[in-house]
């Protein structure tokens, strides 16, 4: 199991899908964290199978104020801030680029890519006080292929990305570590409501055959969280069934 013993860990879209397991995997491997969504009862129960590790609190990541107040309340809460996952975000939905109005274009890039980049500065102090830290970036694959239909969110996520390795450039003399992790499709509550469904077979288009489960891409950010990744900073670690690698020969029912 990875080793976090001692770490206090932000997770931000705590309250299900891969937060929630991300801040599962970082108790259970040693670290108190401080889940963070704008779902509160959902955050609450959360943190509240956690134990004493575990603490919530109500966060927009869109606001400057909503951050400080998060780092605040983590120090306050458990004496310092080790690690940061910036999880949050949403999908926008499905549109064709000339289907996707202004308005939504900017509110999908307000959460998913400059609600990563106020989570990084709101950090910065409190880690340089403890000498180092880590920052992990969930993107997307769609952070590094071109997706169809996804305007907004691929250009989050491809944000994200390049934010992503500026932080690991400008912070490694601090100590800061900065990674971004690319999930694939994954069975969430987000991908279950269009009809996402598990089991081998389930998801011809990806090399493995089947979509991911939280929890895979939480052990992704454990690693990238703690000093099994000493020397790692600004890499993106693609946990995608191999779907970004290339085209798929898996057989399918039309292409047996």
Partial sequence: MTELRGRTVIVTGGARGIGAAAARTAVASGARVLLTDVREDEGRAAAGELGESARFVRHD?????????????????????????????????SHFLEEQSPEAFRHVLDVDLTG???????????????GGGSIVNV???AGLIGLAR??????????VRGLTKLGAVELAA????????HPGMIHTPMTAHVGIERGEGK????PMGRVGEPREIARAIAFLLS?????????ELAVDGGWTTGPTIRPTEENP
Avoid: C, H
Wanted: hydrophobic content about 45%.
């Fill in 227 to 235: 000093d099994a990744a000493s020397y790692v900073t600004g890499a």
């Fill in 174 to 181: 601090d100590r800061i570590r900065v990674n971004s992790v």
């Fill in 139 to 141: 993107s997307s694959a």
């Fill in 150 to 159: 996804t305007a907004a969110y691929g250009a989050a996520k491809w944000g």
């Fill in 116 to 130: 990563v980049f106020l989570g990084m500065r709101a950090v910065i102090p409190a880690m340089r006080e403890n």
């Fill in 203 to 206: 998801y011809p288009n990806t």
């Fill in 61 to 93: 990541v869109t606001s400057e104020d909503d951050w400080r107040r998060a780092v605040d309340f983590a120090v306050t809460a458990f004496g310092r801030v080790d690690g940061l996952v910036n999880n949050a975000g949403i999908s926008g939905g």
